[in-house]
């Protein structure tokens, strides 16, 4: 687990949440997003490490906002 859990977990995990959704917001802002000929039908999980899931394999096209 990458932050821990419990009373001692990471001091700094709101931190890195608000840190990733930053990310995510400027990579929306700044990328298009758009299935491609070997974007599958459905999405592949595979149960991972203490419920924590993780997509197997998918293929996304990428193209940048200009504005």
Same mark, same amino acid.
């Given at each position: %687990?990458? $932050?821990? %859990?419990?009373?001692?977990?990471?001091? #700094?995990?709101?931190? #890195?949440?608000?840190?990733?959704?930053?990310?995510?917001? +400027?990579?929306?802002?700044? $990328?298009? $997003? $758009?299935?491609?000929?070997? +974007?599958?039908?459905?999405?592949?999980?595979?149960?991972?490490?203490?419920?924590?899931?993780?997509?197997?394999?998918? +293929?996304?096209?990428?193209?940048?906002?200009?504005?």
């Amino acid at each position: %687990m990458p $932050f821990g %859990m419990g009373p001692r977990n990471c001091i #700094a995990i709101r931190f #890195a949440k608000e840190e990733l959704k930053l990310v995510l917001c +400027t990579l929306v802002k700044q $990328f298009r $997003f $758009f299935s491609v000929k070997e +974007t599958g039908d459905k999405i592949k999980i595979s149960d991972g490490y203490n419920a924590v899931n993780s997509i197997v394999d998918i +293929t996304v096209g990428l193209a940048s906002r200009d504005e």
